[in-house]
């Protein structure tokens, strides 16, 4: 290791050879012809003062080590809309448009299929009779939650009351009043959908792809190599840069399957791949766009505690390792100092006499 009394003497015969150049400089510069006196240890000469740089201080920090990942706004995946109804198709919504429940997803000859909300699919017709289930509660919740009520607390049992409820409901939208349920008269989602894109068109047939819809939150889908599972925990916070802006943001899933395919850029280096989900926590970072290009840093190691200067501070030693330059009031001189981890333009150093609070000559 080299010590500080060893790397003096270089650093004060380094700058009398600075001193000789500059005199050649001048003299040249003049087209003079004069002959030059060499500086050596034995000529006399005053030392100049050190010029004016830029400092930074030494600081007791936390640094973190990440690792980036290519990735894409937009509002998730698709999912399609089947019509169960038979018909035509005499109504859609716009592209763009948020659905809630109760209200109509699309029109099957001149009256309304509307969004309900559930995981259960609807595989069979309703009515008085009907033996209980899981899907009569879900029925139910759904009349209840649009504002037709009457059956009491939501259960598994179809009753008289459900089927008045029913009927309510169907004079309100304009349908038949059956007070009978069928598996067709509306599309079921776990709750509000965003139309993504429209399959169908005005006069279709209504059995068949509709419409196509998303999530109505934006976030940043990113695929992540499959060995590199443990960068992403559910609830973690990443990092995500966006059209030059960056957010924080929460890791809300990540994927329990590995796929062939295409990283975020686009690129299919061949690596299994699993889809992780970042949800931002400041959505104005991605402006009004529905979707774009997008960094995220993962986390991969925290160093909690340490020194660090920036990485412009660090002088390579001829000997190898690496100094750093303390500037005393104006005194300068050099520490040796080991390095550890290289964090947004800083790096962790430990060197003999090394402290915070200290100021090391730097170029960044």
């Known amino acids: 290791m080299t010590t500080e009394t060893e790397l003096e003497p270089r650093r004060r015969g380094r700058a009398r050879w600075f001193v000789a150049a500059a005199v050649l400089v001048v003299v040249v510069g003049t087209g003079s012809a004069v002959i030059l006196t060499r500086v050596s240890s034995a000529t006399s000469v005053p030392e100049a003062a050190p010029p004016s740089v830029e400092t930074a201080e030494v600081a007791k920090t936390d640094l973190s080590e990440e690792e980036e990942a290519d990735g894409t706004l937009g509002y998730g995946e698709e999912s399609s809309v089947a019509g169960r109804k038979p018909g035509t198709i005499t109504s859609l919504p716009a592209a763009g448009k ?3 429940r109760c209200q109509a997803v699309y029109g099957v000859d001149a009256k309304p299929v509307p969004l309900f909300y559930g995981t259960l699919p609807f595989y069979r017709d309703l009515a008085e009779g009907a033996a209980d289930g899981a899907d009569v509660k879900q029925l139910e919740e759904n009349l209840k939650a649009c504002g037709y009520g009457g059956f009491g ?3 598994k049992k179809f009753t008289s009351a459900t089927a008045a409820a029913l009927k309510k409901w169907q004079k309100a939208l304009g349908l038949d009043q059956t007070g009978a349920f069928g598996q067709g008269d509306v599309v079921l989602a776990a709750g509000e959908l965003r139309v993504s894109a429209l399959s169908a068109k005005l006069g279709s047939p209504a059995q068949g792809e ?17 060995a590199k599972q443990d960068l992403a925990q559910q609830g973690a916070k990443a990092s995500v840069t966006i059209n030059g ?22 690129q299919d280096d061949g690596k299994p791949k699993i889809t992780v989900t970042v949800q931002l926590d400041d959505p104005a970072v991605a402006g009004t766009l529905d979707s774009a290009p997008a960094t ?20 390579a030693l001829a000997e190898g ?25 800083k790096v962790e150093v430990s ?4 402290t915070a609070g200290m100021r090391v000559v730097t170029t960044s």
Do not use: M
């Open 296 to 315: 995220v840093r993962f986390t991969k190691d925290v160093h909690s505690g340490v020194l660090a200067v920036p990485v412009g501070a660090l002088l």
């Open 245 to 266: 802006k960056t957010s924080k943001g929460t890791i809300t899933d990540v994927g329990k399957s590995a796929v062939e395919g295409k990283n975020g850029a686009g």
């Open 153 to 155: 607390t939501p259960d």
């Open 351 to 354: 060197g003999n006499g090394l």
């Open 210 to 226: 509709v419409l196509k819809t998303t999530g109505t939150v934006r976030s940043v889908q990113v695929k992540l190599d499959a």
């Open 321 to 345: 390792g690496y100094a750093v330059e303390v500037d005393e009031n104006g005194k300068r001189r050099l520490v040796a100092v080991q390095t550890g981890l290289f964090s947004g333009g």
């Open 98 to 100: 948020v659905l809630t």
